[in-house]
Each structure stands twice: as C-alpha cells, then as structure tokens.
C-alpha cells in the first residue's frame, strides 16, 4: 500500500533510522581529522541521474526516517536543488536533512529552505560565517524546519595509515562502533550501500600514501542487477563480522584530538608523516589490553 509520500509500502521493508547521500566528495575547509578526508580529495561531484537510480533501486525494499545530504561541502554542488526534489519526488525518506559546514549558506537559493526538513550547520574553530543566527531563525521560522547549531571543537582521529593486524582488536573496534551501529552514517555512494561513511573512501584516503585498498565489493552491497538486494542489505545491517575498512579505523574508541584547518604546508606534512602507535591513539578513557595495541612487525 502506498505510505504518506505515495510511495508503495510492504510490510518486509527494510528500515534505517538514516541515510547518508554525499553530494560533493571534496570541502572548501581542510578540517585535518575528517572522517571522510575530503580535504584531500579531487573535487567530485555527485551525477543526478545516478542519484536517482540508486534511491530508486533502494526505496523498493527500504524506508528511512531521514535522508542526509552531506559532504564534502554539499553546497558546493550547483544542481543541489535538483537533488533535493528527485529526493521528494522519490519519498524513500519522512526527512531531508542537509549537513553543512555553513560557510555557503548565505550564497544558498530562496527555494532550499523550502526543500528541507532539517539543517545541521558544523561549527569549526576559526571558521567563519557570512550570516548572523537570527537570520537563520527567521528562515527556520518561515520554513517551520528545524536547525542544528553543531559546536565541533574537535575530531576523532579515527582513521589509520597501518593496517590492524589483530583480528579480535579489529573485531572489538567494530562491534563498538557507533558510526556502524548507532549513528545511521550508512552511506549510499556509486550503486552501492555501505555500513559507515569512512568506509566508503578508506581507498582513496590510503591511495594518497601510496597503499593499495579495495574494499568495493566486501563492504559494499550492490543496488543494482540485484535480485538479492533486500536479503544482503538486511545481512548487511545485522552484520557481525568487520568490514575490511575497520582495519584502517578506530572506530568510537579514537582519541579526539582539537580541530585544526590544514595549511598547504601541514597537508603536506600531513600526507607524509610517519603512522602513530596504535595505543597513542585510543581514547584514554578505554582500556585496551596492551598485546593488542602492540602491532607486529611484517614479515
């Protein structure tokens, strides 16, 4: 039967409290622990047309509670309107969510207030923004949507340059992790819906220091030629076994360290310098037996 949306609706749908679609892979901030890297990403635009076939191929055996455009910067893309209606239009989600570093926002179009149910503005130390917040309450108010004030002072540093090689230390860092299990940042990216969002770009990410990482086809599940879509994406959700890309991650038990924005020097140094000792970066408050932080020389 069709839902609020008029959509068709049965009573096997799949459901995610959220879903994330990244309109621009690269960001006009260099944020230095993003969980997506972008600031070391080639400018990237997300194609509409394949927009459309994956959400389409996805709303047939799943709804959501939010749809969130991100980033990047998303208000980068110049066709986001487009986006954002082909959203509407297909009603897989009760929400459209945008995620923004807000640095944009006093460019964006009259109608993008209209489009959204939702708008969460990042706050960076240092970054400033071209608009005050009471004309930010006026366009909430005139629009009846909510808006997210995010203060982030800081970042996890999450992400690995070195492969874990403890199989239970991977295994741990995922079944504690927040991004897979509780945070809803599966991601939609390129005909294929991954279980976090880091994961997606993990390749990318460890191709700019020169390692090789494909992890396409494991972590990913295709929405495409699929006759088995709502089969895996269900195993996908209740998966019990890490993703490839945990081996490169920290999940929740990152230390966070405060945000800096990357000069072109630091990018640099950045890019290049040697990985940190596992146990140097776990969050201080989470004790991690010591063998298992003790990486193991390669043979």
């Known amino acids: ?100 570093n807000g640095t944009l926002l006093h460019k964006a179009p009259e109608e993008l207030w209209g489009l959204l149910d939702g708008l969460w ?50 295994k741990m860092v995922f079944q504690n992790c927040d991004l897979a299990h509780l945070e809803s940042c599966h991601t939609i990216h390129e005909g294929r819906y991954y279980m976090c969002s880091p994961a997606v770009w993990t390749p990318q990410r460890l191709a700019a220091r020169g390692i090789t990482f494909d992890n396409r086809e494991t972590d990913g599940v295709a929405l495409h030629d699929n006759p088995h879509l709502h089969r895996d994406l269900d195993a996908l959700i209740r998966r019990s076994e890490p993703l490839d890309a945990c081996r490169y991650c920290l999940g929740s038990w990152a230390r966070s ?5 990357l000069s072109g020097k630091a990018q640099i140094e950045f890019l290049t310098r040697p990985p940190t000792d596992l146990a140097d970066l776990i969050d201080p408050e989470i004790i991690v037996p010591r063998p298992y932080t003790r990486q193991q020389p390669t043979t």
């Open 121 to 170: 503005i990042t706050i960076y130390p240092g970054v400033r923004h071209r608009f005050d917040w009471d004309w930010v309450q006026q366009k909430a108010d005139e629009h009846r949507i909510w808006v997210w004030r995010k203060e982030t002072p800081e970042f996890a540093q999450r992400l690995l340059v070195e492969e874990i090689r403890d199989d239970e230390f991977v």
């Open 257 to 261: 360290t405060p945000n800096r924005q």
């Open 1 to 100: 039967m069709p839902d609020e949306t008029g959509a068709h609706v049965t009573q096997d749908m799949l459901w995610r409290p959220a879903i994330e679609y990244n309109l621009a892979e690269h960001c006009n901030l260099r944020c230095e622990h993003c969980d997506q890297a972008s600031w070391m990403l080639p400018v990237k635009f997300a194609d509409l047309e394949s927009f459309r076939r994956d959400m389409t191929a996805l709303a047939a055996v799943m709804r959501v509670r939010e749809l969130k455009f991100g980033g990047g910067e998303p208000l980068q893309h110049p066709g986001i309107l487009e986006f954002l209606r082909v959203a509407r239009e297909i009603g897989i989600a009760e929400r459209i969510v945008l995620l923004t």
